[in-house]
């Protein structure tokens, strides 16, 4: 069976609930899925052998891109010399396309995995308000045919 980690970072709960959507939609696919709250995780978790890493966090600020707070220190932790070569990722968040930066957090944290080496599998998810389940099973499924 297929393995999958996602860790998450959400404020008002909508990240949240795209993770554990996700996580059923893997499921129903044959996935076994660890879904982490950045809060009760670390980057060394990275370093576990998963068939895919998935991040998701939501954006902050106004005049420039704030990650949600609790995913601010993992950010930071894989500048420590982390590889993550080999590794399959895809990311996904929650955000506000009235923001100047829509989902600008997403592509951070993408633009990081690249630079250390990970393979972005897919094309971020990006939600724009509420999530609703139709447009994050449709991504899912994406994310797995492209595995
Ligand atoms: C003060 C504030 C600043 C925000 N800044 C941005 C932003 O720069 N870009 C963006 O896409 N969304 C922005 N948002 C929207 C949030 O990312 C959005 O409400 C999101 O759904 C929150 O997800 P969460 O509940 O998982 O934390 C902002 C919201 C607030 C209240």
Redesign the pocket.
């Known amino acids: 069976m297929n393995n999958a980690l996602i860790v998450?970072?959400?404020?008002?709960?909508?990240?949240?609930?795209?993770a554990e959507t996700i996580k059923e939609y893997f499921e129903k696919n044959d996935y076994s899925v660890t879904v982490l709250n950045v809060t009760d995780t670390g980057v060394d978790e990275l370093k576990k052998e998963y068939d895919l890493y998935l991040l998701?966090?939501?954006?902050?600020?106004?005049d420039e891109?704030?990650l949600?707070e609790d995913f601010t220190g993992f950010y930071e932790n894989l500048n420590k010399g982390l590889s993550l070569e080999g590794k399959n990722f895809a990311m996904f968040?929650?955000?506000?396309?009235?923001?100047?930066?829509?989902?600008?957090?997403v592509d951070m944290i993408a633009d990081k995995v690249d630079a250390l080496g990970g393979t972005l599998v897919f094309d971020a998810l990006?939600?724009?308000?509420?999530?609703e389940e139709d447009e994050i099973y449709e991504w899912t499924r994406g994310v797995i045919n492209a595995v």
């Open positions: 998450y970072g959400s404020t008002t709960g909508n990240t949240e609930f795209t998701g966090c939501s954006t902050w600020g106004d891109i704030e949600q968040g929650c955000g506000d396309s009235s923001y100047e930066y829509f989902c600008g957090a990006k939600i724009d308000g509420d999530p």
